[in-house]
């Protein structure tokens, strides 16, 4: 079992940046991938960035490609996304992830252990 925590949400204006954490525990030597996923109300869970824990490649959705930067502590088993130039659509709870093995990393059912969530408000 792997442990999901995230921190660092919170109300923003438009423009501004904030830092999303992760802290993951438990049986983390099998994690092949974390990510960073967020749902606005009524909307479907959808992909932000990932990254490979070992060999550290990336990935972003088109929305956020360099706007947002996903990076990780191996040895601190923290995953962080630093998000600049929010826009109020960025508007969500975001999610942190985690998945064992495989090959994708953008979608839902590709994670195995999923953080609570917290929320980010960006306002206009």
């Known amino acids: 079992q792997v442990q999901l925590v995230e921190s660092g949400g919170g109300l923003v204006q438009a423009g501004g940046s904030l830092r999303l954490s992760c802290a993951a525990s438990g049986r983390t030597f099998n994690m092949y991938a974390l990510g960073w996923f967020r749902q606005a109300p009524g909307k479907e869970r959808e992909f932000v960035a990932a990254?490979?824990?070992?060999?550290?490649?990336?990935y972003y959705a088109d929305s956020v490609k360099g706007r947002f930067t996903i990076s990780r502590d191996n040895a601190l088993n923290t995953l962080h996304l630093q998000m600049n130039s929010l826009k109020p659509e960025d508007t969500a709870v975001y999610y942190c992830a985690a998945k064992r093995g495989g090959v994708g990393v953008t979608s839902t059912g590709e994670y195995d252990y999923w953080g609570q969530g917290t929320q980010v408000t960006v306002s206009s």
């Open positions: 990254i490979r824990w070992i060999a550290g490649r990336t």
